[in-house]
């Protein structure tokens, strides 16, 4: 599915980080009509195996970028252009997509903090974030989130399109 999936990919984590880097948002009306094309174009070119591989890929995006999402570290839009890209280049290719993205993703973030000379409250608020199960004390404490005012936050579809081109070279 690699050389099928290459051009459309390449699009859409395109046009997704630029609509990210500018409003912070990645819509619907991008990712949604890219996932289900990914799940026809696998199940057209590859029938009953394309179309479970396509849904593997979907549900490995949901299942590895659902925690994050759940802990309020990303948004719906970032799992949903994962699950979109999973789709189209299914469960072990996006495994390869997920790691170089967990990757670019790391680094864009450090740089960004550094960026904002907020390095230290940076790593802070990761350490909150992975312990967010443990009850701090306090009654003016509130965990850092995505909706937090004073929260630093980072476009994360460049990472999301690091992962996956870089994910086609890998395979």
Same mark, same amino acid.
């Given at each position: /599915?690699? &050389?099928?999936?290459?051009?459309?990919?390449?699009?859409?984590? /395109?046009?997704?980080?630029?609509?990210?880097?500018? &409003?912070?948002?990645?819509?619907?009306?991008?990712?949604?009509?890219?996932?289900?094309?990914? $799940?026809?174009?696998?199940?057209?070119?590859?029938?009953?195996?394309? +179309?479970?591989? #396509?849904?593997?890929?979907? *549900?490995?995006?949901?299942? $590895? /970028?659902?925690?994050?999402?759940?802990? =309020?570290? $990303?948004?719906?839009?970032?799992?949903?252009?994962?699950?979109?890209? @999973?789709?189209?280049?299914?469960?072990?290719?996006?495994?390869?997509?997920? $790691?170089? /993205?967990?990757?670019?993703?790391?680094?864009?973030?450090?740089?960004? *903090?550094?960026? =904002?000379? #907020?390095?230290?409250? &940076?790593?802070? @608020?990761?350490?909150?974030?992975? #312990?967010?199960?443990?009850?701090?004390? @306090?009654? =003016?404490?509130?965990?850092?989130?995505? @909706?937090?005012?004073?929260?630093?936050?980072?476009?994360?579809?460049?990472?999301?399109?690091?992962?996956?081109?870089? #994910? +086609?070279? &890998?395979?």
């Amino acid at each position: /599915m690699a &050389s099928i999936a290459w051009w459309p990919t390449v699009a859409l984590v /395109m046009l997704a980080s630029i609509t990210d880097l500018r &409003s912070r948002r990645i819509p619907n009306w991008l990712v949604l009509p890219f996932l289900g094309a990914g $799940i026809v174009a696998s199940a057209v070119g590859f029938g009953w195996s394309g +179309f479970e591989r #396509s849904l593997g890929g979907i *549900a490995l995006a949901v299942v $590895i /970028m659902g925690g994050p999402v759940w802990l =309020h570290g $990303i948004g719906m839009g970032d799992l949903k252009l994962c699950a979109a890209v @999973g789709a189209w280049i299914w469960p072990a290719q996006m495994v390869i997509a997920l $790691i170089a /993205m967990g990757i670019a993703g790391g680094a864009m973030a450090l740089a960004w *903090a550094a960026f =904002h000379g #907020s390095v230290g409250e &940076s790593l802070d @608020g990761v350490n909150e974030l992975i #312990s967010g199960f443990r009850r701090r004390e @306090g009654p =003016h404490y509130r965990r850092p989130t995505l @909706g937090s005012p004073t929260a630093l936050k980072l476009p994360y579809a460049p990472a999301i399109a690091i992962g996956a081109v870089f #994910s +086609f070279y &890998s395979v």
